[in-house]
């Protein structure tokens, strides 16, 4: 049973726009200064795909406000960055603060420019004025019906979706074997794999795991800010390590991934299954499979919708995609976001 209660929580989007001028210039200077030094890094690591912008992000931010609207304020991560969609009266009445990397990685500036979101996972804790409790959000993450505090966090727990899996060793072989597999998939048949199983193991094994895991899908993940700081307090060297990578690299652990092992870990998490996640992606969905998807969309047989991969999809199924998620969703433009605070208030002038 879930407990009610006042929690105040934030929301943290990590967002680039790898279409920026300014940004491919920081890019391209850096890959020349890193050279061939590939040792270890994930083939996909650098590609384009990575960081290109669909406009995801604007239909993230609506749903986070239309159906989570106890949310504190919304974190934006970016390099130097700014949506065109964004001003200052959209941030006022959005309740949203942007983010530069400099402020989270302040006195670990040898980390930048960084163009590696496991990077930044491992700072976002670093934020400012952000509350204990948090829901990171990639930004293509969606929420697609109303959700309350208690399907993130209860008084003295976070609440996990996903399930237990076994700790696969990667030696040499199997690492071969995978570098073999994700250059086929991504020359062949132009699937882009992330190893974002190993990334999870890694974690896992960090918080003390040996023989399973926790495998959590792509949802939003709740987080304890203390949780972070306090393993980084204790392991600072495990942090350095962490965000040298100035792109994905195989070595690396995900501190959001972490973070989740430890709560398990010290009994403060509530895991629940994955049976409320549905993914959308443009490298793999075929048509049939799409329409079926897209169908669970309407229905609401889903809360938690990520999509990736909108690029690929033929622009003809890009409109129906952002036609589910405008119409059907009601994800359109809202004039000046309403909290739950606001409404109280409201309410109260009224009577």
């Not at 006042?6 to 943290?12: E, T």
């Not at 652990?253 to 989740?260: E, K, P, R």
Request: glycine fraction near 4%; include cysteine; charged fraction near 30%.
């Amino acid at each position: 049973m879930k407990e009610k209660h006042d929690l105040k929580i934030d929301a943290v989007i990590a967002w680039v726009d790898g279409g920026d001028e300014h940004h491919l210039l920081k890019k391209r200077e850096l890959l020349s200064e890193l050279g061939d030094r590939k040792k270890n890094e994930l083939q996909t690591g650098r590609d384009q795909t990575r960081f290109v912008d669909n406009g995801e992000l604007k239909y993230c931010i609506r749903s986070i406000r239309k159906h989570a609207p106890w949310i504190n304020r919304i974190f934006l991560v970016t390099d130097n960055q700014k949506p065109d969609f964004i001003d200052e009266k959209f941030c006022s009445s959005y309740k949203l603060s942007i983010v530069d990397h400099k402020e989270i990685f302040r006195g670990y500036e040898w980390a930048l420019p960084t163009f590696n979101t496991r990077s930044i996972e491992s700072a976002i804790w670093r934020i400012p004025g952000l509350a204990e409790n948090f829901i990171y959000f990639n930004d293509d993450f969606v929420i697609t019906s109303d959700v309350e505090p208690s399907d993130f966090f209860n008084e003295s727990s976070v609440v996990l979706r996903g399930k237990w899996k076994k700790i696969h060793q990667y030696g040499p072989l199997r690492m071969k074997l995978n570098e073999a597999i994700s250059f086929v998939a991504k020359n062949l048949l132009g699937i882009t794999r992330s190893m974002h199983l190993l990334l999870q193991i890694r974690s896992a094994e960090l918080a003390g795991f040996g023989r399973k895991y926790f495998k959590v899908p792509h949802v939003p993940h709740p987080v304890r800010k203390s949780t972070l700081a306090g393993f980084f307090e204790k392991y600072p060297q495990k942090f350095e390590e962490n965000i040298r990578y100035r792109f994905r690299n195989m070595n690396q652990f995900s501190a959001i991934f972490l973070a989740h092992h430890l709560e398990i870990s010290d009994g403060n998490a509530e895991l629940e299954p994955a049976d409320d996640f549905l993914m959308i992606n443009g490298e793999t969905d075929f048509q049939l499979m799409l329409n079926r998807k897209l169908r669970k969309v309407r229905n609401r047989n889903v809360r938690f919708l990520c999509l990736q991969g909108l690029e690929m999809f033929k622009k003809y199924d890009q409109k129906r995609i952002k036609r589910t998620l405008k119409k059907d969703l009601g994800l359109k433009k809202m004039e000046k976001f309403k909290s739950i605070e606001d409404n109280h208030k409201r309410q109260q002038q009224v009577s």
